[in-house]
Each structure stands twice: as structure tokens, then as C-alpha cells.
């Protein structure tokens, strides 16, 4: 594999800035300092003695004195591979960058879901934008600021009935804010405008506390082997009755007066 062709003359910073980057790239780590940090990073001495009692249990001394060296040698290769990758195109989008400059023109389908996963990544404010041109009267953006600078935020979107919720970001992290962004000020919003409930995601028993009791949410699959099929539908036997069980439970513990009965209206 060859690095990208640069014209005489031209530096590191000129090939960074016509991936759009600015260079910040700091290369005075010498070669110790590199093993020391991918040393840390990888955690071998913690990730062997965690694995070793399950290797020894599930695999047995010669799966561990002939498995592990050999998948260790196999593996060299590949991280050679990208490390040559990383060398020949040191862009912080590498991944995405590599797949759409080394798949050419004839890679077809592939090409084109590379680039379009580069220009996600390169300009996520896209979707964002394309959201607000087109259904900018039906998103409800709940924003926290901190020292005038915004920290954090959380989109939703509002339904005929409901509030849907939410994606949800933050650069800082401050104790709650997160159930203030995403939870209360979402439910304070709906019992403005008079939606019947607020859908804040599937899971969670965290948001019992926070006002929000469990209701059973459904998908439809189509599973093409009958053998998988059947396993299946003998294992989700069990986990409805699980979930209904679960469900219960969960609505028993929450928040709200049990001796209240609620009626609604249109």
C-alpha cells in the first residue's frame, strides 16, 4: 500500500487540509512511550488474569497454550495492516476515510454507503438541518447553557397525542441534568400543551422515579430459518410471561397514589 500521492513539496498539513482537517497531529512519542500507553489501553494484565479461569474451565491447558499464541499471531497481521492505514492517511475520521478512499469507483455499492457514512460522520448536523427545514413546527429542542456556553440539549418530537423522545447529547457532565433535560422538562412540556404521555425510550427502571410507569411496546420480525424460527418462538413463550410479570412489578413500585383513579377525556 502506497500513502496518497502528494505533490513536491507538500507537507502533512497539506494533505490533512484537503481532508478538511487542521493538523494537530503531536508525533514526538517515542517508542517506549507508545508500547507504555497501548500497554495501558489494552490492559493485558487484567484482561489475562480475568480470562484465564475461563479459558482453563472452558477451554482447557491446551486451548490456552495453543489457542490464545495462535489467535495472538494471526492478529498481528491485521493490527500491521492498520497501523500502515493509520501512518498513510492520519485523519481523525480514519475509518470512514480509508473506506472511501480506498474503494475507487468500481467498489459500487460499497463506495457509495462509505461515502455516505464519511459525510455522516464529517457533517452530522446534516440530519439536524433537514429536520428543521422540513418539520421544524413538530421538534422541541430542550437546550442547557453554563456560563453562557450551551452544555447539553435533548430533541424531541411532538406528536398529535404524544411528545416523542429523545436524543440526547452533552460535553459537560453535571449530576441530573439529564433527567431535567430529557425527562421533567419534557413531561412539564406535554401537560402544557395537553398531550396525553410522553414516550421517553424503551427501558429504564430509573425513570419510575422520574414519572414514568412501564407500558409494553412491540415489534414484528420475520424469521426466514424455521429452525431459528421455532427456538425462538418457544423462547419468547417464556418472555412474555416474564415481561408481563416484570411489568407488574414495576407498576406496583411506581411513584404515583395508588387510591386515585384516572379518567381520560378527548
Not at 147 to 157: E, L, P, Q, S, T
Request: glycine share 10%; aromatic share 10%.
Amino acid at each position: 500500500m502506497s500513502a496518497p500521492n502528494r505533490a513536491e513539496g507538500s507537507s502533512d498539513r497539506d494533505v490533512l487540509h484537503r481532508f478538511g482537517y487542521a493538523q494537530q497531529l503531536l508525533r514526538d512519542m517515542g517508542g517506549f512511550s507508545n508500547f507504555a500507553i497501548s500497554f495501558s489501553i489494552i490492559s493485558i494484565l487484567t484482561g489475562a488474569i480475568t480470562l484465564y479461569g475461563y479459558g482453563l474451565k472452558m477451554g482447557g491447558p491446551l486451548e490456552m497454550a495453543v489457542g490464545w499464541p495462535l489467535v495472538s499471531l494471526l492478529t498481528l497481521p491485521v493490527a500491521a495492516s492498520l497501523a500502515q492505514l493509520a501512518s498513510s492517511y492520519p485523519t481523525a475520521g480514519a475509518l470512514y476515510h480509508w473506506s472511501a478512499i480506498l474503494g475507487g469507483r468500481g467498489a459500487g455499492k460499497t463506495r457509495a454507503g462509505a461515502e455516505w457514512v464519511r459525510a455522516q460522520a464529517a457533517d452530522p448536523r446534516g440530519r439536524i438541518a433537514l429536520i428543521g427545514e422540513t418539520m421544524r413546527d413538530k421538534v422541541l429542542l430542550v437546550m442547557a447553557k453554563r456560563a453562557g456556553r450551551y452544555i447539553a440539549g435533548a430533541i424531541n418530537f411532538i406528536g398529535s397525542h404524544t411528545l416523542y423522545g429523545r436524543h440526547w447529547g452533552a460535553i459537560e457532565h453535571h449530576p441530573f441534568l439529564h433527567f431535567e433535560l430529557c425527562y421533567y422538562q419534557a413531561i412539564d412540556f406535554a401537560i402544557q400543551n395537553n398531550l396525553a404521555r410522553v414516550e421517553a425510550g424503551a427501558q429504564g427502571e430509573h425513570k419510575l422515579a422520574r414519572g414514568y410507569m412501564p407500558v409494553t411496546t412491540y415489534s414484528a420480525h420475520y424469521i426466514a430459518d424455521p429452525a431459528l424460527r421455532r427456538a425462538i418462538a418457544d423462547y419468547l413463550k417464556r418472555e412474555r410471561a416474564y415481561v408481563a410479570a416484570a411489568g407488574s412489578e414495576l407498576a406496583a413500585m411506581g411513584p404515583f397514589r395508588k387510591d386515585l383513579v384516572f379518567e381520560q377525556t378527548s
